[in-house]
């Protein structure tokens, strides 16, 4: 059991910042430009006045690794969504333990921008920091519409989108283990550890991977060694790259 007893948010989420810019996130500020709530990049159709976000970020991220096919970028530009989103969620819970309301319909996302400067809270409003929360914010809230959305729009497995949600998590987690570690917060660094090993235990997410300690090995691939120079990365299935093949195993 995970046990929290810490402070309420602070309204520009001050303590998340030593963690660096893939942690932060823009509560003020931020909003010179009509951006996009996620809600509506979840859309299907697409709602957003400007036109699709989420296809505008897999686009972007096809053309900067010049991706082969656009299966490839969906699946990276969704992983990296849910990194943000991961480790937000997860900084705030070890260091403040409460976390910020994300619902989709208060965050806005530039999908042209990048970390801490993509996604912008409109207000900040306190939740308690257990795994079913963290689960609602996060899985419910983000990660089951961004993969619909995903799957809706590009040939991508839904094993392989649900493996990059694992990935994110442990990924996050590691980051955030690494960082308590050698500021000597022994103690953010267990209850992310925690939370963490909850978290990997819900039905979407149990069998993504095997968390050991903060190592994480996952049952699938992101696709990334199929991109020109990609290779595999740090937690996946594979060892080395597969064989090009035209659709190799995604799932």
Not at 10 to 28: K, M
Not at 198 to 218: D, I, N, Q, S, V
Request: charged residues 15%; positive net charge.
């Amino acid at each position: 059991m995970v046990l929290l007893l810490f402070v309420d948010l602070d309204p520009d989420l001050a303590a998340l910042r030593p963690l660096g810019g893939f942690f932060v996130l823009r509560t003020t500020g931020a909003a010179l430009q009509p951006l996009a709530t996620l809600a509506q990049a979840y859309a299907e159709p697409p709602s957003a006045p400007q036109g699709n976000p989420l296809g505008f970020r897999v686009r972007k991220v096809a053309n900067a690794l010049r991706a082969p096919e656009l299966r490839i970028a969906a699946s990276v530009a969704q992983q990296g969504l849910a990194a943000r989103l991961w480790s937000v969620t997860l900084g705030c819970a070890a260091l403040y333990g409460s976390v910020p309301d994300l619902d989709p319909r208060l965050l806005h996302w530039d999908p042209d921008g990048s970390a801490p400067d993509d996604l912008w809270l409109t207000e900040v409003r306190s939740l308690p920091a257990d795994p079913a929360t963290l689960a609602d914010v996060v899985v419910h809230g983000h990660l089951q519409p961004l993969t619909a959305a995903v799957r809706a729009r590009y040939p991508v497995a839904e094993g392989l989108l649900w493996g990059n949600a694992g990935s994110a998590l442990a990924g996050a987690a590691r980051q955030l283990d690494q960082w308590a570690r050698t500021g000597g917060r022994t103690q953010t660094a267990a209850r992310a550890r925690a939370l963490t090993a909850e978290l990997l235990g819900h039905p979407l997410l149990a069998g993504t991977g095997t968390l050991t300690g903060t190592a994480f090995r996952r049952r699938s691939c992101c696709l990334y060694y199929r991109v020109p120079g990609g290779g595999v990365c740090g937690d996946c299935c594979f060892t080395r790259p597969p064989r090009s093949s035209p659709r190799a195993p995604s799932g």
